[in-house]
């Protein structure tokens, strides 16, 4: 079974950039999709980016609307790890972040995915 354990996140003045990881042990599937979420005290867990992967589609990206041209998600396949790097971070990106993990195509809906990292807290000063 995969496992999925993150690190960075910290605290971070808005316009700053922090860079998130997510290293996935464990065999994956032929096709799966990994993303990153996050929740906010008080709000539902909300999709930020995310990418599949199949033998023979290879790697796709994608993004909320809110990360779109400040956020980019990449794939290390060597060190199987997904990474998130976050720039020009505003108090509204302040929450939990999460890495998920599920076989088979691509969700933005938290519910599908069935392997949760820890989460890693990424806090925005004003």
């Known amino acids: 079974q995969v496992q999925l354990v993150e690190s960075g996140g910290g605290l971070v003045q808005a316009g700053g950039s922090l860079r998130l990881s997510c290293a996935a042990s464990?065999?994956?599937?032929?096709?799966?999709?990994m993303g990153w979420f996050r929740q906010a005290p008080g709000k539902e867990r909300e999709f930020v980016a995310g990418l599949s992967w199949g033998s023979w589609s290879g790697t796709s990206l994608y993004y909320s609307d809110s990360a779109k041209g400040r956020f980019t998600i990449s794939r290390d396949n060597a060190k199987n790890t997904m990474t998130l790097q976050m720039n020009n971070l505003k108090p509204e990106d302040t929450a939990v972040y999460y890495c998920?993990?599920?076989?088979?195509?691509?969700?933005?809906?938290?519910?599908?995915?069935?392997?949760w990292g820890q989460g890693t807290q990424v806090t925005v000063s004003s």
């Open positions: 998920a993990y599920k076989s088979g195509g691509f969700s933005r809906t938290h519910q599908l995915y069935d392997l």
């Open positions: 464990g065999r994956t599937s032929s096709s799966y999709a």
